[in-house]
Each structure stands twice: as C-alpha cells, then as structure tokens.
C-alpha cells in the first residue's frame, strides 16, 4: 500500500484522483502507524517551502519520513514542493529541508528570458530509471513553478 502523507500542505484530491484510476492501493496518514504499515511514500505539496517544512514538523512527519526512507529503505515520491522539501535547503523562506537528497532549492533567474513563475509544458529528457519506466524520453510534463532543485551530487539527476 502508497501511503500519501496529509500534511495540509498540498493538493490531495490530484493524488487520490490519479491512485483510484490506476487501481493502486493508498492511504492518507493519520498517525504514525500508517508510516509503518506502508510499502512506499508520496509526499504531495503546492505550497511555499518553508511552510511544508512547518506543517511537516508540526506533525513530527519529518522524523517519520526520514526513518521510513533512510532506516527502512522505503521509497519517496515527492510532488512539488513535497519534491523540493527532499532537498537540504531552499531559498525560497530560507529554510532547511529533509536533507534525503543533497542540494538547494534556488530560485530561477529572470534575467535568463525565462518568465518566472515557468508554466507551460516542456518535453523532458531522463535518463533509463525505475521511476519513468513506461515513460517515453521527451515525453511532455506540466510545469509551474519559480524555483528549481540543484543537487550537489549529478548523479541524484535522472
């Protein structure tokens, strides 16, 4: 079972629309429990990054998720800001992340002719990878946002 983490920070509704279309199994956390019983994590978010941050550690899901991804090996998917929230820092509220993946949250620079906040669709390249298994190279993807994630390590890049 994906067990999404509600955190009252995201869209949910998106997330639990998509699973019950595909027939995947899910559930919305509600205690610590449910970040036991779980086989894999989706960690959705539409919202600033230092508020994610809050509202996750006001439920002490931050622990949680860093347990169940680092000790117990469980995957994360994170969604938006549930993505950036992966990373260790962002620019955007100054505020420090879940560190699980090395790297800081900038934000994009408008003196490149790039309109910002980005949304349109873009064809997106990746290399061969579990998570886009099924996915053609340059497949289109939806994007909105004003900052993006620039990890220490290329080879967390897909």
């Not at 990054?49 to 006001?58: E, I, Q, R, V």
């Not at 992966?86 to 100054?94: I, K």
């Not at 909105?144 to 897909?158: A, E, G, R, T």
């Amino acid at each position: 079972m994906i067990l999404i983490i509600n955190y009252q920070a995201s869209n949910l509704n998106s997330i639990i629309n998509i699973l019950k279309r595909l027939g995947i199994k899910y559930k919305l956390s509600e205690n610590d429990k449910d970040f036991e019983e779980c086989e894999k994590l989706i960690l959705p978010g539409v919202s600033n990054f230092a508020y994610c941050m809050k509202k996750l550690m006001s439920k002490n899901y931050d622990k949680l998720i860093k347990q169940q991804v680092i000790e117990n090996k469980k995957k994360i998917l994170g969604i938006c800001s549930g993505m950036q929230v992966l990373g260790t820092y962002s620019e955007e509220g100054n505020s420090n992340g879940l560190n699980l993946i090395q790297g800081t949250i900038k934000k994009m620079d408008t003196k490149k002719n790039i309109k910002v906040p980005h949304i349109g669709w873009n064809k997106v390249n990746f290399k061969k990878n579990e998570l886009m298994e099924g996915i053609e190279d340059s497949s289109r993807f939806y994007f909105c946002h004003s900052y993006y994630f620039l990890p220490k390590n290329n080879n967390d890049i897909i």
